[in-house]
Every structure is written in C-alpha cells, then in structure tokens.
C-alpha cells in the first residue's frame, strides 16, 4: 500500500514516522507547502519521497491513502479533492471546520466506498480502553458526570480557537465512553490575545441526568490533561499526566435511604480502597495508523469515522454559538 503525507509541519512527522514504519506501507509520500519543512523529512526518511504538489499526490493511482494534517480551514477542499480522487483520506482532528462542510465529506466517501477517518487519538489510547472496558461490564454504574480539564500555556493556533483546538480530544473521549449523546451544549469563552477565544468552558447536557463539563485553556500556568468519571457505584481519574499510573479506580460514592415516615433522605458516604489496574501501553498514534490501513485493506468503518468526526464537529459548531450568545442553551440538532 503507498500513502502520502500531506503536512509536515507539527504534528505531521509524527505521523510519517509511524506510517514508515508499518509494515504493510510499501512506499511512503509527502508534501508540504514549506519547503523546508518537506526536506527535513526527506533528509530524516531517505525512502520517503516528497513531492512538489498536492496534484501530483491526487493523479498518483498508486497512492491508495492521503493523510493529512494541514490547517483546520483546509481539511474540507483538500479531503473532498482526495475522495473524488478515490483515495482513502485520513484527517487530523477536526474533521472540518463546520458540520455542513463533516456532512458532505461523510456522504461522499460512502458514496464511493471509502475510508474516511479522524484522528481521535485518545480513542485508541491503551487506558481509555480500560476505562470503556470498566463501564461496560458494569463496574462503575450508571455514569452521573464526565468533568474533563485541558489546559497548558499555549500552542496559540492561528486558524481554530481554543475550544476546536483543544475540546476535540475529551469530546471524543466522552463520545466513546458513553452510550447516551448529549442533547444540548452551553459555552462561555474570553479572548484575551486576538481575536480567537483562548479560554472556554463547554457544558453539555444530557437526557439520563449525566451532565459533562470541559475546560479548555492556552493560559494556564501549568499542563493539565486529566478527566474524571463519576459513576453510581465507582469513581475513575485519568491522568494523562501520569507517565506510568494514569488510570485510578476509587470505590468511592454515596448511598441514600430513606427515613421511616419522612420525605428526609439520608446521605451516607461510601470510602473504599483505590486500584490503578493495567492497560495496554501501546503508542496510540501507531494504533491510530494500522487501524486506518485495516480499514482500507478490509474496506470497514474504522473506529474514528466520518461520523465519529461530524458529531464532534456539530457540538464544537454548537458550542460556538453558545459564546457568541453568552452561554446560551444550544440544543444540538439530529
């Protein structure tokens, strides 16, 4: 299989890295629009073969998939360009940088029979996958809260504001990890810098009581990466901070009863102990690129489809517009 590379700047060697070195990758393209930036990968990947245009990419009948990760703004034409050239598209997250622009790219690669992919990376890291193993055998109960904290000082993105910058990863953490969609979004956001919120805090709101809070942020003092998850029976905190125990488990919660002959409930607190159980540790990005070679050799949905990426994109699209309105409700549409 040949797959091309189309971005190099940040996150872009990352993922050339990983597509050289998968097996199942005959031969290896790129293109960059900076140059320089296209020569210090040729000059890293002597058998990767960079290329002097995109067009030169799209009319190579060879290349079955194009990966890229460019700007936000450019996902759509360079995405759509690459499905109506029948390749297979990997996009890094966002899928777009708005719902109408995710719902056509969807259509068309099924229309074509393709594989359309997103880079949510999180979904194939090793300890979220403990933790959807954990919810879904019952262990946690019913799940009451998803409170997520994302904050750093920086990267200041010039095209996305903080929250498409930053929210996508906990919003497809929450995505997978819980059966019910939420129903409706309310944001507040600042911008402090330009003209693009740096700060923002996005609530979402839930048919089955279960309400989810995200913190996203470019001016903290510190990194931070962490969620917790509160369920009727147990508690969990990942701590993507954590180099080695990320995962912990708290037999932690309340217990109600009710008062013989009173409205009065009494609220009892239960404190057990606290495990941190293993997981697969696996480099998510190399989970990330066999899952779309599979895809693409077996002609399946990979986890993080088209649709995985449109949901995102219809809660970030809402969530905006809940800033421009204050924080109002912004019930999310079908």
């Given at each position: 299989?040949?797959?091309?590379?189309?971005?190099?700047?940040?996150?872009?060697?990352?993922?050339?890295?990983?597509?050289?070195?998968?097996?199942?990758?005959?031969?290896?393209?790129?293109?960059?629009?900076?140059?320089?930036?296209?020569?210090?990968?040729?000059?890293?990947?002597?058998?990767?073969?960079?290329?002097?245009?995109?067009?030169?990419?799209?009319?190579?009948?060879?290349?079955?998939?194009?990966?890229?990760?460019?700007?936000?703004?450019?996902?759509?034409?360079?995405?759509?360009?690459?499905?109506?050239?029948?390749?297979?598209?990997?996009?890094?997250?966002?899928?777009?940088?708005?719902?109408?622009?995710?719902?056509?790219?969807?259509?068309?690669?099924?229309?074509?029979?393709?594989?359309?992919?997103?880079?949510?990376?999180?979904?194939?890291?090793?300890?979220?996958?403990?933790?959807?193993?954990?919810?879904?055998?019952?262990?946690?109960?019913?799940?009451?809260?998803?409170?997520?904290?994302?904050?750093?000082?920086?990267?200041?993105?010039?095209?996305?504001?903080?929250?498409?910058?930053?929210?996508?990863?906990?919003?497809?953490?929450?995505?997978?990890?819980?059966?019910?969609?939420?129903?409706?979004?309310?944001?507040?956001g600042q911008s402090h810098y330009t003209e693009l919120e740096?700060?923002?805090?996005?609530?979402?709101?839930?048919?089955?009581?279960?309400?989810?809070?995200?913190?996203?942020?470019?001016?903290?003092?510190?990194?931070?990466?962490?969620?917790?998850?509160?369920?009727?029976?147990?508690?969990?905190?990942?701590?993507?901070?954590?180099?080695?125990?990320?995962?912990?488990?708290?037999?932690?919660?309340?217990?109600?009863?009710?008062?013989?002959?009173?409205?009065?409930?009494?609220?009892?607190?239960?404190?057990?102990?606290?495990?941190?159980?293993?997981?697969?540790?696996?480099?998510?990005?190399?989970?990330?690129?066999?899952?779309?070679?599979?895809?693409?050799?077996?002609?399946?949905?990979?986890?993080?489809?088209?649709?995985?990426?449109?949901?995102?994109?219809?809660?970030?699209?809402?969530?905006?517009?809940?800033?421009?309105?204050?924080?109002?409700?912004?019930?999310?549409?079908?």
């Open positions: 299989m040949n797959v091309a590379v189309v971005g190099v700047g940040y996150w872009g060697p990352n993922l050339v890295r990983n597509f050289f070195n998968h097996s199942a990758v005959d031969k290896l393209y790129c293109f960059d629009v900076n140059k320089d930036q296209t020569k210090k990968i040729c000059e890293r990947y002597p058998g990767v073969e960079c290329v002097d245009s995109y067009n030169e990419i799209l009319r190579n009948e060879n290349i079955s998939g194009v990966v890229l990760a460019t700007p936000v703004a450019t996902h759509f034409p360079l995405a759509r360009q690459a499905l109506e050239y029948n390749k297979n598209v990997f996009v890094e997250k966002p899928l777009t940088s708005n719902t109408a622009e995710a719902q056509m790219l969807v259509e068309l690669a099924r229309k074509k029979s393709l594989v359309l992919m997103v880079d949510h990376i999180f979904v194939y890291n090793g300890a979220v996958r403990k933790i959807k193993e954990l919810i879904d055998v019952g262990e946690v109960g019913e799940i009451m809260y998803f409170d997520a904290v994302r904050i750093n000082l920086g990267l200041f993105q010039k095209d996305v504001n903080v929250l498409w910058d930053l929210a996508p990863h906990d919003l497809s953490i929450m995505d997978y990890l819980l059966k019910e969609k939420p129903r409706a979004v309310a944001a507040v740096d700060i923002a805090y996005l609530t979402l709101f839930f048919d089955n009581h279960c309400i989810a809070h995200i913190h996203v942020s470019w001016l903290a003092p510190i990194k931070v990466r962490r969620v917790i998850i509160g369920g009727t029976k147990k508690m969990i905190l990942l701590d993507d901070g954590e180099p080695v125990e990320k995962i912990r488990i708290y037999d932690k919660g309340i217990e109600t009863t009710a008062k013989d002959g009173a409205s009065e409930t009494l609220i009892q607190y239960r404190s057990g102990g606290v495990s941190s159980p293993k997981y697969d540790t696996t480099e998510p990005l190399a989970r990330v690129v066999d899952e779309f070679i599979r895809a693409i050799e077996k002609k399946a949905d990979p986890l993080s489809d088209g649709v995985a990426g449109l949901n995102i994109v219809k809660i970030l699209e809402a969530a905006e517009e809940s800033i421009r309105g204050k924080g109002k409700l912004i019930e999310l549409r079908g």
